[in-house]
């Protein structure tokens, strides 16, 4: 085996071996920055939510509540305001979505699904948690999902969801008796929902690794070629040039020329000590020849 082949042998293996490592470390990486970049997204509504909620609570609903003997506004439902203001959003960006996740809501549109009311459950096990994180498969790919517990924690809320006969006479008219009552004070009743795709991110982080790992991979191989160019001219070159020089010089053949002795490189002191070797080997020969 040559020492150019032993060389590119050991060359590759540490390549493949950097080359692997350092594909995984940048995927990890680079997917932990496209999920951080979702929940930013998934953190913006849910804050835009709660904005819209406490606007509506401090400047909406004081202004509207004196009518609500002559007429229901839902205007004036913190929840409707939110789910009402992030569906402007949805309609452009379709595979977001917001929604307030009932167990018993008063707005059936308001009704969790299964894996909400999962939710629900969860922060009513556990009622120390105020939010959960996680990932779901749907029929669009995969999503991130930030939701936080709906909870009556303002006895005023109970006006309109003890029973139906405390409730406004128009709130009942339009909704009915049947759904959005027999809530409690500080009863987790539902969840704040948000989900993001994340489609979009993690196919820009697979695209960022393919574009990396290709540049890393001609990176390797301009300077694989430089290096080989290198090896043959400064090594492999001067050493097959005294390996032929050896073999003349073994069979008597003194009349090849000596090497050049500038340089202080390996190789250089290589070739100067070969000429004295060369030069010795002559004049033992030229005496043997004298002596006989």
Same mark, same amino acid.
């Given at each position: ?9 050991? *060359?590759?293996? &540490? !390549? @493949?071996?950097?080359?692997?490592? =350092? ?5 990890? $990486? ?37 009518? *609500?003997?002559? &007429? !229901? @506004?839902?205007?004036?439902?913190? =929840? ?5 203001? $992030? ?29 909400e009311s999962d939710l629900v459950q969860q922060f009513r096990q ?16 995969? $999503? ?140 033992a020969m030229q005496m043997i020849e004298r002596g006989a």
């Amino acid at each position: 085996m040559g020492l150019r082949l032993k060389f590119n042998l050991v *060359l590759i293996v &540490v !390549f @493949l071996a950097g080359f692997a490592a =350092a594909g995984f470390i940048s995927r990890q $990486l680079l997917q932990e920055n496209a999920r951080d970049e979702v929940l930013r997204n998934a953190r913006l509504m849910m804050d835009t939510a709660l904005a819209v909620r406490s606007y509506t609570v401090d400047q909406i609903k004081p202004h509207l509540d004196p009518r *609500l003997e002559e &007429v !229901f @506004l839902p205007q004036t439902v913190p =929840a409707f305001a939110a789910t009402e203001t $992030l569906a402007h959003i949805q309609k452009k960006y379709r595979d977001y979505a917001y929604k307030e996740a009932t167990l018993n809501p008063t707005n059936p549109r308001d009704r969790s699904t299964d894996w909400e009311s999962d939710l629900v459950q969860q922060f009513r096990q556990n009622p120390d948690t105020k939010e959960l994180v996680s990932e779901r498969e749907s029929a669009t790919g995969r $999503l991130l999902y930030i939701s936080k517990p709906i909870q009556i924690t303002n006895p005023a809320c109970l006006r309109c969801h003890s029973v139906p006969s405390a409730a406004p006479a128009t709130m009942v008219k339009i909704y009915g008796e049947a759904n959005g009552f027999g809530w409690k004070h500080n009863e987790i009743i539902g969840a704040q929902v948000v989900t993001v795709p994340m489609q979009i991110p993690i196919a820009n982080a697979n695209r960022a690794l393919k574009t990396f790992m290709a540049s890393l991979a001609g990176v390797f191989l301009v300077f694989f070629i430089v290096l080989n160019v290198m090896l043959s001219w400064f090594i492999i070159r001067p050493i097959r040039r005294m390996s032929v020089a050896a073999d003349q010089v073994s069979t008597g053949n003194f009349e090849v020329p000596e090497f050049a002795e500038g340089g202080k490189d390996e190789v250089a002191i290589l070739g100067s000590s070969f000429n004295r070797l060369r030069r010795s080997i002559e004049k033992a020969m030229q005496m043997i020849e004298r002596g006989a």
